[in-house]
């Protein structure tokens, strides 16, 4: 039996950093560049999952990132993702600004120096790509050191 997500997913809030109000997840997709922060097991990785889910009314293609899959190879996040599976469309998508990046947990990258050359990686490929939207994930333990450009949510826990 297979139950559809949108019919488990619990609705998190989040909190706009700057503006320091509430606001829904879904509000994430209403910005080009964002990073979501939460602690462990509040639900950012299946926040993503919605996300590239509820996406398909913006006609983006959703590419999904395991940064520390990415991080052990670090050969560029271009190549990377061109070397998965679905590459081809995935270049496509990139190249023609209809790609919704998510790019889940920048904080699993234990080595501190290799944290930051990898948030290095993201800037040049969001600079690279910059007609696409982009989603970053992390723990709000350990991003600091690698703090990027980019509208800032945190996920409130659950009450």
């Not at 602690?39 to 983006?60: E, H, Q, V």
């Not at 293609?61 to 995935?90: H, M, W």
């Not at 023609?96 to 501190?112: F, P, S």
């Not at 690279?128 to 709000?140: A, H, K, L």
């Amino acid at each position: 039996m297979k139950i559809p997500l949108e019919d488990l997913f619990v609705s998190l809030k989040l909190e706009d950093e700057e503006e320091r109000k509430e606001v829904d997840f879904t509000d994430v997709l209403r910005f080009d560049r964002c990073i979501v922060l939460g602690d462990p097991g509040l639900g950012k990785t299946t926040l993503l999952r919605m996300l590239a889910y509820l996406n398909r009314d913006l006609a983006l293609i959703p590419i999904y990132v395991r940064i520390s899959e990415y991080s052990e190879k670090r050969n560029g996040l271009f190549e990377y993702i061109k070397s998965q599976r679905f590459g081809k469309l995935y270049e496509w998508a990139l190249k023609g600004g209809k790609a919704l990046v998510l790019l889940d947990g920048l904080d699993e990258v234990i080595d501190t120096a290799v944290r930051m050359r990898v948030a290095e990686d993201v800037r040049d490929f969001v600079s690279t790509f910059p007609s696409n939207r982009f989603v970053i994930t992390s723990r709000i333990v350990g991003y600091e050191v690698v703090r990027l450009p980019f509208k800032h949510f945190i996920i409130k826990p659950f009450e």
